[in-house]
């Protein structure tokens, strides 16, 4: 007890000792290293009973082990920074739980910034340099970019894609996304990193997300994949891609393979046509080829040809004639009816029935 400005008449009351109603929050003397705050949940009826639910905020100063810990015993939330060791109640230290940092719940968990977020584990010993500092990150995108470029402009060389409106686009709109990401010239004081409220996961070794149910990717525009190997899809049941417009494949080198273990390989053009340019060989090889055509069969081979129509069959060359067999017969007219397969077009059009920008 004290007196307010020495006053005897006016007393006032700093503080406590502990006793059997007020016991210290940690026992003693085992847990002489924990400092903080702990309170009680006050109940209707009981007030804040020795049993209830408490919050505390706790620093450990434990030898070689110190830690720091706000918790609340509601869906046991709390936050953990340190050598991590499980203090729950009065009797103080646990069990060791790891190091570094928690943040945990039983309950929803929330994490918003309405500038932007970066996710990373690229280390910075010691705190070094600023907070949103990412360099490695902004590296690795800006060589994804230049990726996506290049390969785009090999793909136009070739004829896969066009200048415009195809993967160039994309390689641009990441260009942008990049450039929002790394921010522009550093003023002194200020941190250009994150100009757009981007969200940023990044890792020096890899980046892996996993769910026993399923998982959906989604995005108003565009949806880039880029990696510098291999890109392997496995697939326990099917593979379904469904594209409203245009679906263009490009390889720069070795060959392109398409195998079915059992089953056919369909390709249909549902309003317009095949073309299979090679320039060198086209093999096709199987037990029985048909070829079947509603109007006409022309095969051409170095001005040589043979055409198959409704009227007849023409063969024209301008070199020899050469036919070899053991016997030869002319028998009369004779013809096969042509049976072309129904094209389920359905309706192509997708009219209204989907939006692809969110509405809130």
Do not use: C
Not at 153 to 172: H, L, N, P, R, T
């Amino acid at each position: 007890m004290q007196w307010l400005d020495g006053n005897p008449d006016r007393p006032l009351i700093t503080g406590s000792v502990y006793n059997q109603r007020n016991m210290p929050p940690w026992k003693l003397a085992t847990q002489q290293s924990l400092m903080g705050l702990r309170s009680r949940e006050l109940t209707p009826n009981g007030g804040n009973q020795a049993g209830g639910r408490s919050n505390h905020l706790i620093l450990d100063d434990t030898n070689a082990k110190i830690q720091a810990q706000l918790k609340s015993d509601h869906q046991h939330s709390q936050l953990s920074l340190g050598n991590i060791t499980r203090i729950e109640d009065n009797a103080g230290r646990k069990d060791a739980r790891g190091e570094g940092w928690e943040l945990r719940t039983d309950g929803h968990g929330v994490a918003r910034s309405a500038k932007g977020m970066l996710i990373t584990t690229e280390g910075r010993s010691s705190a070094a340099s600023h907070m949103k500092d990412m360099g490695e990150t902004v590296q690795r995108l800006t060589s994804a970019r230049d990726q996506h470029e290049t390969l785009a402009e090999m793909a136009q060389q070739a004829g896969a894609q066009e200048k415009q409106g195809q993967q160039a686009d994309v390689a641009q709109i990441l260009k942008a996304q990049n450039e929002a990401i790394k921010g522009g010239a550093a003023q002194e004081g200020s941190f250009p990193e994150l100009a757009q409220p981007h969200l940023v996961l990044a890792s020096p070794a890899g980046i892996e997300t996993t769910t026993a149910q399923s998982t959906h990717i989604a995005s108003d525009e565009h949806t880039a994949i880029t990696t510098g190997k291999s890109l392997s899809i496995a697939s326990g049941d099917s593979l379904f891609a469904s594209i409203k417009n245009t679906f263009r494949l490009f390889v720069q080198k070795a060959n392109i393979k398409l195998t079915a273990g059992t089953g056919d390989i369909d390709m249909q053009a549902l309003s317009d046509s095949i073309n299979l340019l090679s320039k060198l060989n086209i093999t096709h090889t199987a037990n029985r080829i048909t070829i079947t055509a509603k109007e006409e069969v022309l095969i051409n081979g170095g001005g040589s040809y043979v055409k198959y129509n409704a009227a007849g069959i023409e063969h024209g060359t301008n070199g020899n004639y050469v036919s070899h067999a053991a016997t030869h017969s002319l028998p009369g007219p004779k013809q096969i009816p042509v049976t072309m397969p129904k094209f389920q077009r359905g309706d192509m059009d997708m009219k209204s029935k989907f939006k692809f920008k969110a509405s809130v």
